[in-house]
């Protein structure tokens, strides 16, 4: 009885429906206190949440209730299918709707990782300053530009070294720097006073969440693959 | 001026394999005009997003099979309702310091890429509800499921934008939240319903064009009925 509940598809149905009607809470709920939610990607998720009033949450929570329902459901299903077909039907449709569940739930461990570990860190530098992020890393500012740009308006740019490192690094706008498990941004630059504020973030999870994101495109490359030859019989 | 050509479309088979490729000529000038005004490929704001959906729905409408059912009496509404929401959005011309990145490209090329597939998928879904061939629920199905991968590139492409960006792959917005209801939608509630061998014909074929208020609401709801930042996209 568990096991069919477990495997069935009308479990997943019903998970995804809930999932939607907590994403559809969340949509009412971020604009109502978006100060509140904007400052959670400063933060790790977790212990925000247990910090943060149930009456605030509830919705977070079931949300990722669901989430891990859906994900234990996808495995259990997958595995199943994978034991029930194996060498009845061709190998690569039993394989491709199972290589993007694999990808989906990678990608879902990536928001665990990041939910729960990971460096989150902030400063407003001047040139010569140094941003310790962690204790053997930390990174000195050695020049801070802002010029005009032709499309942006203004452009910045801040070039500087790791700590007991010599090569020098230049970060701009979304282009970060990466070192130690350390990724360092910029966040913004102003000249009056000349100054930057410099963002450090270390997240495993981000790892997870692209390698999930190549696993799930594969799978769906295999998926239309075996979809186009259903319908046109040509490949 | 391109809209009164495809409305054109709607009178016969003859009209519409002269007077759409004339109102693509005229589209593609518009475009090919604002990529140079802009320096960069035009799809950094609503004007021009809206432009390309409309301009794409009504390239897709020539080369696909259109033998068995009505579907351009959909395509054509939907294409002109875009480029006539986009003349009244606000012309920005430039864009932020942190949207100058290859991947925020791909992330909004994607997604446009994806809304027009749905489009076609939903336009096929509503030629079928009326009656048209069965076929078209199959056409439906193929055109949903690819929107659907199409959108899960952009997101994949976005989160790469997002975090070299921002420093974070997933931001606590109504406008994220509900695009990834979209992706939910359709990828887990129709596509598993699809594959349930005795879920298909009107059922299936309503389940997938329900998904199109969804999506048209992440567009033009999210931002004005319901605040959030990035909503242009």
Redesign the interface.
Known sequence: MLIRLLTSIKTSLWLFFVGLLFFFAGVLVIPKTMQLYSGIVDVLLFPWLLEQGFSITWWIWGMILTMGLIAFNTAVCSVDTIIKKKGKVEIIRLLAPQVVHLGVLVMLLGHMLTSVTGIRGEAVLREGDVFQIKHETGFMVERILVEPSSDAGVTWEVRGVWLNEDTPSVIKPSIPIYRDGVWLFIKSADTDPLQTILMARGDAGVFFMWGGSLVFLLGSLMFLLVRLRSRTGLV | MAVIFYAMALMGERALKLSVPVGLLVHGAYIVHRAML???LPVTERLDILSMMSFLLMAALLVINRSKGRVEYFVVPMASFYAFMSIFQEEVN????????P??YLYSSFLILGYVLLGIGTAYGLSYLLGDDDEME?YEH?YL??GW?ML??AL?FG???F????????????RE??L??VW??YG??YL??R??TSFNGKPAALLGVLGYPLMLFNYFG?GTV???PWSQF
């Open positions: 802009l320096g960069r430039t864009v932020d310091v942190f949207m100058r990145s991947w925020f199959e193929d499921l690819h991968l899960a590139v994949m989160s790469i934008w975090f070299l960006a921002y420093g974070s792959y997933w931001y606590w917005t109504a939240f509900w990834s209801l939910l939608y887990g509630v598993h319903c594959y349930i999210i319901i605040q959030s």
